[in-house]
């Protein structure tokens, strides 16, 4: 039954997503994870389908809906059996290009926008930098004022759509912080590819999310035209940090389709195979394991769906966001550990995509802010 928090509207978009990703999406994934990227084909089938533009405007090409059916878009992606895809797609239309439709001139949005909902332009965000992982504020690369242009040096790391992207959306210092607002001074950049100083520096072999292209890039001297400077000079970090509840939401989102697929695979497995003469789904030790597995994703569903209302509605929900993607994420990895273990020798096999699943989720109690970040910010909201 569909969730109140859905309309009808937000249904039939719904099915129609899932019928894509069916059809399209979940027969190729073995053959992108092994090539460590997606088609651009692919990208351009998505903007075809209206899938990369749900929120941003119509007068660009896109569709004018609401958070929630960006929230659908991640459920439904999420059910592919590659986090990596799931995580690529995401990465452009909720964690990056959201920042322009916010702080975009008309001019930006009008140059950018319709090939970012199209699919000709592919966008990766560039704010973690090597020895800063999630403080900010730490941030070394810097983009000094030189006429009509900013030139920008320093390096990023862990940026995914960091190879083949076409549009980085770039962190970089433009003045100094104090002691007191170590935020201050980082200003956000508009960069494309193929500028002269800014090269992808290396593509990183990881455990999981193999699917989706993650890079280092450095940037040397990296002449970045004044028009590109995305919002205001120097808040950057407030830009940002706007922005942040909405990536959290959509790794929460994620983390918890994907499971909630790895759940189904993990009880249809267990109707199939048979021991001792009956079917491992009998088995009173194995059935509740998958209790507890439901039930927790249940717990971990309404946070989310809690947080996502909240956030649709342009409240206040730092607290709550925080929550739903500590718990929602750490959920995820208890259920991945216990779906391998109940396909037994199977769940160790790439074939089956329970194995998949256990390297994929791993990542999401580290990025978009750590576990550890979140319990921090939860903590400071209700001792400070």
């Known amino acids: 039954m569909p969730h109140p928090l859905f309309t009808a509207e937000h249904e039939m978009l719904r099915r129609s997503i899932r019928s894509f990703v069916e059809k ?10 092994d090539e460590g990227r997606i088609p651009l ?5 998505l903007g075809e389908l209206g899938f990369l533009g749900l929120e941003f405007p119509t007068e660009y090409g896109g569709g004018g809906a609401d958070f929630l059916a960006s929230v659908v878009l991640g459920e439904e992606m999420a059910r592919c059996r590659s986090g990596g895809v799931a995580f690529s797609v995401l990465v452009h ?8 439709t916010r702080f975009g001139t008309d001019a930006q949005k009008a140059k950018y926008l319709p090939g970012i909902i199209r699919g000709e332009t592919v966008c990766a965000l560039g704010i973690t930098e090597p020895g800063t992982g999630s403080d900010m504020a730490a941030l070394a690369t810097r983009a000094v004022r030189d006429g009509h242009v900013y030139r920008i040096t320093g390096g990023k790391i862990f940026i995914t759509n960091g190879v083949y992207g076409d549009l980085y959306f770039v962190a ?17 950049f508009l960069v494309e590819r193929g500028l002269p100083g800014f090269t992808v520096s290396r593509k990183l072999d990881k455990m999981g999310m193999r699917a989706s292209d993650t890079a280092e890039l450095a940037f040397e001297d990296c002449p970045v035209p004044a028009e590109n400077l995305l919002g205001v000079e120097g808040r950057g970090f407030q830009q940002l940090a706007a922005g942040l509840q909405r ?18 695979d993990t009880v249809s497995y267990l109707h199939q195979r048979t021991a001792f003469g009956e079917p491992l789904a009998a088995r009173q030790v194995l059935r509740h394991r998958v209790a507890d597995m439901a039930t927790e994703l249940e717990a971990a569903r309404q946070l989310v769906y809690r947080a996502a209302s909240l956030y649709a509605a342009a409240e206040e929900c730092v607290t709550e966001v925080s929550m739903a993607k500590l718990f929602a994420t750490e959920a995820a990895n208890r259920v991945a550990y216990q779906a391998v273990q109940l396909h037994g020798g199977y769940g160790y096999m ?20 750590t576990s550890e970040v979140m319990r921090e ?4 909201r209700l001792l400070t």
Request: charge should be neutral; proline fraction near 4%.
């Open 93 to 100: 239309t909720d964690m990056s290009s959201p920042w322009l």
């Open 350 to 369: 790439r074939e089956f995509p329970v194995e998949g699943f256990f390297r994929d989720v791993r990542l999401w109690t580290i990025a978009s802010g």
């Open 24 to 33: 399209e999406i979940t027969p190729h994934v073995a053959a992108w994870e």
């Open 377 to 380: 910010i939860i903590a400071k």
């Open 41 to 45: 084909e692919v990208w351009r089938r």
């Open 247 to 264: 990536e959290r939401l959509m790794a929460a989102v994620l983390a918890l389709s994907g499971a909630q697929q790895a759940v189904d």
């Open 172 to 188: 970089a210092r433009t003045g100094a912080g104090t002691a007191t607002r170590r935020h201050d001074g980082i200003s956000m």
